[in-house]
């Protein structure tokens, strides 16, 4: 039977490739395409903005009338458009698949207090190929140990707007949680001037910008003589729908609770 999909932010970037990829799906319909109150593209044919034709699918600015118990929401938005969306879904007990990050600290505790409330898959990088680097970044931090310095690069488009982008402080905290650390004591964000030698502890996060770069994350251990790396690099969105499309289909059958991507995977 076709799982019914609902797109929350049908007409931007990302929202274009999810509704593509569901409507190409053999196991998927798109239930509805919404946007933002006041958006230029509100009644258009969603199939249209997304290259496909005619689907029969309007954009729409009422989330809440399209919601439903049975239907999967994709939501690649922003925090505010995301919580309200979540808000909903929780009311209804509907499945929501959660791909946007940038939240502030009050947002991030409302997200945190809400997605156990529905069937909720919430991750800062749907790609399975980014989850499995978690599973090995994990598992290298354990082994190396502190004697090998850990450093985090990344690198996305010119118009992102938050910075280190949500994955690589997932990569941080993997870090952290194998080597015992507190990202939040021990992050390093850049370094300008004199800033002393590297301690122990620190775990560096840079982030850099620019072009239309999808998205490059590369976790480095430096050691004494030797140098491990692991890079994982986003040719396209497509690796990130397909993963969000993956959790869909997933969590439809899950009872209610918040999950990760290393669930959908079984990592």
Not at 89 to 93: D, N, R, S
């Given at each position: 039977m076709s799982t019914p999909i609902?797109?929350?932010?049908a007409a931007g970037r990302m929202g274009r490739t999810l509704v593509q990829l569901v409507h190409q799906h053999p196991d998927t319909?798109?239930?509805?395409?919404?946007e933002a109150a006041n958006h230029p593209w509100l009644g258009r044919d969603v199939g249209e903005i997304a290259g496909l034709g005619t689907v029969g699918v309007r954009v729409t600015d009422d989330y809440a009338g399209a919601v439903a118990a049975d239907a999967v929401t994709l939501d690649f938005t922003i925090p505010a458009a995301t919580l309200d969306h979540l808000r909903t879904?929780?009311?209804?007990?509907a499945p929501i698949v959660i791909g946007t990050t940038g939240y502030n600290e009050a947002e991030q505790a409302e997200l945190d207090r809400l997605a156990p409330q529905t069937r909720a898959v919430v991750a800062s990088n749907m790609?399975?190929?980014v989850n499995v680097l978690l599973k090995l970044v994990t598992t290298a931090a354990a082994i190396l140990g502190p004697d090998f310095d850990p450093e985090i690069v990344e690198i996305h488009h010119r118009l992102k707007v938050d910075a280190p982008s949500g994955t690589a402080l997932a990569l941080g905290r993997a870090v952290a949680g194998a080597l015992g650390r507190d990202l939040r004591r021990d992050a390093r964000y850049g370094r300008e001037g004199v800033v002393g030698k590297r301690t122990n502890q620190e775990i560096?996060?840079?982030?850099l910008r620019g072009g239309d770069a999808v998205g490059d994350h590369t976790?480095?251990?430096a050691g004494l003589g030797e140098r491990l790396e692991l890079t994982h690099r986003s040719q396209s969105r497509d690796c990130l729908a397909r993963g969000a499309l993956r959790a869909a289909l997933w969590v439809v059958g899950q009872p209610v609770g918040r999950y990760s991507m290393m669930d959908v995977l079984g990592l």
């Open positions: 609902i797109v929350c932010g319909t798109l239930r509805a395409a919404v879904a929780a009311a209804t007990v790609s399975v190929g560096g996060i840079m982030a976790v480095i251990f």
